[in-house]
T-cell receptor, first 114, second 109 residues
Framework: NAGVTQTPKFRVLKTGQSMTLLCAQD?????MYWYRQDPGMGLRLIHY???????AKGEVPDGYNVSRLKKQNFLLGLESAAPSQTSVYFC?????????????FGPGTRLLVL | RKEVEQDPGPFNVPEGATVAFNCTYS??????FFWYRQDCRKEPKLLMS???SGNEDGRFTAQLNRASQYISLLIRDSKLSDSATYLC??????????FGTGTRLKVLA
């Protein structure tokens, strides 16, 4: 099993460009999350999903959109990138029954916005 | 007051030492607590959940003090491989979590 994978691993964008980050999981987990991690700030929740077709805002949702059309995929979109969105983005999953509340993280996507 | 607070460190300790980290949280209604480990430029991984009665896993012991709203992590007989950042995580709603900024540990030979 691959677990949680993220695409791409690294990207450089110019201000105003758009991009989509893909998170894929093969564990059949219901809950999926997008976090960003910045120095001195810890991980902050951007958006999350409690199942296929559902999404909800987290702590820092502005400037991002998400979609969960298939249970195994959670997409994070930046419509018009800004330098403030330079960060490391982590996707995570949780299965709320049977495995406790372990969050399984992907390897991260490093994004630099110039 | 931040929702979850940790001393950022770094804690520099010699091999074999015992080191303890504390983490305070502000939401008295939180029910689930965790310690995650994050290596440099890697993703966080669960180290241990923290139960009300305290729990131990080998050299690692986690404690919860609800009255004072803090959790702790004790590492005994530190190894070089324990060098990492330790993240305190507190549940903030049904399957939603707040992360502390992390405490850096360096174990020195």
């Amino acid at each position: 099993n691959a677990g949680v994978t993220q695409t791409p691993k690294f990207r450089v964008l110019k201000t105003g460009q758009s991009m989509t980050l893909l998170c894929a999981q093969d564990m059949n987990h219901e809950y999926m999350y997008w976090y960003r991690q910045d120095p001195g700030m810890g991980l902050r929740l951007i958006h999350y999903s409690v199942g296929e077709g559902t999404t909800a805002k987290g702590e820092v949702p502005d400037g991002y959109n998400v979609s969960r059309l298939k249970k195994q995929n959670f997409l994070l979109g930046l419509e018009s990138a800004a330098p403030s969105q330079t960060s490391v983005y982590f996707c995570a999953t949780v299965h709320p029954t049977g495995e406790g509340e372990t969050q399984y993280f992907g390897p991260g996507t490093r994004l630099l916005v110039l | 007051r931040k929702e979850v607070e940790q001393d950022p460190g770094p804690f520099n300790v010699p091999e074999g030492a015992t080191v303890a980290f504390n983490c305070t949280y502000s939401n008295s209604a939180s029910q689930s607590f965790f310690w995650y480990r994050q290596d440099c430029r890697k993703e966080p991984k669960l180290l241990m959940s923290v139960y009300s009665s305290g729990n131990e896993d080998g050299r690692f012991t986690a404690q919860l003090n609800r009255a004072s709203q803090y959790i702790s992590l004790l590492i005994r007989d530190s190894k070089l491989s324990d060098s990492a950042t330790y993240l305190c995580v507190v549940e903030a709603g049904t399957y939603k979590y707040i992360f502390g900024t992390g405490t850096r540990l360096k174990v020195l030979a």
